[in-house]
């Protein structure tokens, strides 16, 4: 951000957007406070971090079009306990909650670049993709751009709460997986044992 401005603080969401690791929740609040020292205007940190967000989007959105739904198929179906109805089932959701889907998770931790893979593979209109994406981007990038700015050298102090937004939502991930595994693995044991008591 010091050496390009604007253009180096897209360049970081964008990266972020491609690796998840790097935590956009510590790049925004950054940003913003080098928008307070005078490196860009706040207005141009929301700009350049939002374009960053749609262009790493769009990478992801064509990666999973490239991959395609069927090729997909064949991909999760390897994973254990996963049957062939649940990518059919989550191809009928994102059919019916896509643009709730692509708008609400670009500003969940994780789900931001994961969403933009059902959304590819389905084939969402790349127009409506791109205006949910910088909405959402908007949204999420203001806030925490925002808060840096405000925050100034104290910017480090969003860390923690961004940090317990995280936890909790990885959390419910783990709740919904271990929900999952538990309720598949009942289902073939009552398969299993009906398919005994028919011999």
Excluded: C
């Excluded at 603080?9 to 491609?18: P, R």
């Amino acid at each position: 951000m010091e050496r390009l401005g604007g253009p180096g603080a897209g360049l970081a969401v964008f990266l972020e957007n491609l690796f998840p690791p790097l935590p956009s929740e510590v790049i925004l609040p950054m940003a913003g406070f080098a928008a307070r020292l005078g490196q860009f205007s706040a207005p141009e940190a929301i700009m350049w971090t939002t374009l960053g967000s749609v262009l790493g989007a769009w990478v992801i959105y064509f990666l999973g079009a490239r991959l395609g739904r069927e090729r997909m198929r064949k991909l999760v179906t390897r994973i254990p306990l996963v049957d062939t109805e649940d990518i059919d089932r989550s191809a009928a959701w994102f059919a019916r909650h896509g643009t709730k889907g692509v708008f609400f998770g670009r500003m969940l931790p994780f789900f931001r670049s994961f969403i933009s893979v059902p959304a590819g593979t389905e084939r969402m209109n790349f127009a409506v993709f791109t205006v949910l994406t910088a909405l959402g981007s908007l949204i999420w990038n203001s806030i925490f751009v925002g808060a840096g700015y405000s925050l100034g050298a104290n910017w480090h102090r969003i860390e923690p709460y961004a940090s317990t937004f995280q936890y909790v939502v990885l959390a419910a991930i783990g709740i919904v997986v271990i929900w999952f595994i538990v309720a598949r693995i009942r289902r073939r044991k009552l398969a299993a044992d009906s398919g005994l008591d028919d011999v």
